[in-house]
């Protein structure tokens, strides 16, 4: 049965939103976190595999170097407090893709806690999210439910496991309650989620690809009838993986718990899962206390000790940050603060930057990239980056167009090749045989044609009324298919004006 959902105008003037992000991030480190398995996405079932990623007895674990540079260069760019001192513990809960019955994590003595990331919205306005803590933990491994609907353990006859992922390194980055988002919950969560993707990508330690896994979200969301009320029960959402689905959850539940609370009803304290199908959260299990884990220090590892030199020497290597790219980028490219933030929603900055650094001026990569390559990826459902067009190939076509060798339409033509996977833009123009005739006699020819068929636009050109010229470029775009250079055909015209 459908749930009852308050309008999300009515719930946010009469609730104060209050969210929770606990943001898994896998990082692209060579191996495991406490062993030498090599990681590699997409590998056969159970190759990338040690007795420890196995909880094979009397296999120890010996800490990954990197995963922990990773993290504190994470926790540095989140301006967190890195402790000198931070410790691993166990996690015990039985499930098949955790042959150890126990998750390694950090619990009360995490590598990086009490920081802040400052968010951009779309109006410019900056919010802080406060960060509680950024802590390492391994990953679990994967089930694979066989003869059921969808993939679901109901109606399933038989289950596989892969422990490929079992063991890979984790940053959570867990946020403290955000407060003070008033209507706008939705958007500032996804403007977080996207920033920590863009910080991640900068410092190179994860892909950060939403629909591989590699980065996925718990999404904690309560309500309260005044922003100075305590907080109210929240629900948890989770491992919710693209940002769509992250903003529509939150404001689901919003419209959910609102619709309840204003029936005088009680909000269930329980984790749900977000169904994209039917765009609605389900509920889950009734959520468990944390003692339910019976966390203790992990006693085949010893401390973590993070020396201030060592976080010295990472933050002198910390690369340029994504808001201070985006400023930077936006100097060189002369972008207003709108055309900026359009690049950004698009996701298209670095196809931009790279088509520049191919050859192409700023405008005409952001023309390609916003307009008819976006058209094209939203009508495909996939990114722009799943596109098969590289920004080598936008930058050709845009060389080819300022040599005056392609117009506007035969461009997008080739454009269209390339996207079909007919080759390279030169490749396309070769086989289609695209050219602009530009001032040969056939274009004159043609002119002339288009002048004689319309002898009232030739009047009004001729009394100094220039607006039905675009009818004498279209009769002639017509009569060479398209191959017309419109510079050439408005000086062809001019000139036969004033002849
Ligand atoms: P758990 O592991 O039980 O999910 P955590 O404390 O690790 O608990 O994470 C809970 C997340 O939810 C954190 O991001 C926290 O800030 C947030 N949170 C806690 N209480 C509330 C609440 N009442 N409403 C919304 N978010 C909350
Ligand atoms: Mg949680």
């Known amino acids: 049965m459908a749930e009852k959902l308050m309008k999300y105008a009515d719930a946010v003037k009469q609730f104060d939103p209050v969210i929770g992000l606990e943001t898994h991030v896998e ?14 996405f997409g590998g056969d079932p159970n190759t990338q595999l040690t007795p420890v990623s196995l909880g094979l007895p009397g296999s120890l674990p010996v800490l990954n170097e990197a995963a922990v540079d990773y993290a504190i260069k994470l926790g540095l760019a989140l301006h967190c407090e890195i402790a000198e001192w931070s410790q691993f513990s166990r996690k015990n809960y039985f499930y098949p893709d955790m042959p150890r019955n126990y998750q390694i994590s950090q619990y009360d003595k995490p590598t990086n806690g009490n920081g802040y990331l400052d ?8 919010f ?3 960060i509680e803590r950024a802590h390492i933990e391994d990953d679990a491994g994967k089930n694979t439910h066989v003869g059921g609907a969808d993939g679901r353990i109901e109606g399933a006859d038989h289950s596989l496991v892969d422990y490929n992922r079992a063991g890979v390194p984790l940053i959570e980055i867990v946020t403290k309650p955000i407060e003070g988002v008033g209507d706008r919950g939705p958007e500032i969560a996804g403007a977080y989620m996207r920033t920590l993707r863009d910080i991640v990508r900068a410092l190179n330690i994860s892909h950060a690809r939403m629909e591989q896994g590699n980065m996925r979200a718990d999404v904690n969301v309560s309500l309260r009838r005044n922003p100075t009320d305590p907080f109210g029960t929240r629900s948890e959402t989770k491992n919710v993986n693209s940002f769509r689905g992250i903003e529509k959850t939150i404001q689901y539940e919003i419209r959910r718990q609102a619709a309840i609370l204003n029936d005088g009803g009680e909000v269930l304290q329980e984790t749900r899962h977000w169904d994209e199908a039917s ?3 389900a509920g889950g299990r009734v959520k468990s206390d944390a003692d339910d884990y019976r966390y203790f220090p992990d ?4 401390m973590l000790h993070i020396t201030k030199e060592h976080i010295e020497r990472l933050a002198a290597q910390m690369p340029e940050m994504p808001r201070e790219r985006r400023n ?3 100097g060189e490219w002369g972008f207003s603060d709108l055309e900026m933030r359009d690049v950004v929603n698009a996701d298209a900055l670095d196809l931009i930057e790279a088509t520049v650094a191919s050859g192409a001026s700023a405008a005409g990569a952001k023309k390609w990239w916003l307009g008819e390559l976006s058209r094209e990826a939203n009508a495909k459902g996939v990114s722009l980056e799943e596109l098969p067009v590289t920004p080598a190939d936008v930058a050709e076509v845009e060389k080819l167009i300022a040599d005056g060798k392609l117009n506007d339409k035969l461009a997008k033509q080739t454009v269209s090749g390339v996207l079909a996977g007919e080759g390279t ?16 006699g056939a274009l004159v020819a043609a002119v002339e044609e288009a002048m004689a068929a319309n002898p009232d636009v030739v009047e009004k050109l001729k009394a100094g009324n220039m607006k039905p010229m675009g009818a004498i470029i279209g009769a002639v775009m017509k009569a060479t298919r398209g191959q017309a250079d419109a510079k050439a055909v408005n000086k062809i015209v001019m000139e036969r004006l004033h002849a």
């Open 27 to 40: 990082l692209s480190t060579n191996t495991k976190l406490f062993c030498p398995a090599h990681v590699e």
């Open 119 to 126: 968010v951009e919205l779309d109006d410019g306005t900056i």
């Open 128 to 130: 802080r999210v406060p």
């Open 279 to 281: 765009q609605t959260t």
């Open 299 to 302: 006693p085949d590892l010893v």
């Open 328 to 330: 930077r980028l936006q």
């Open 425 to 440: 833009p030169a490749e396309v123009v070769a086989k289609h045989g695209y050219q602009v005739v530009s001032d040969d």
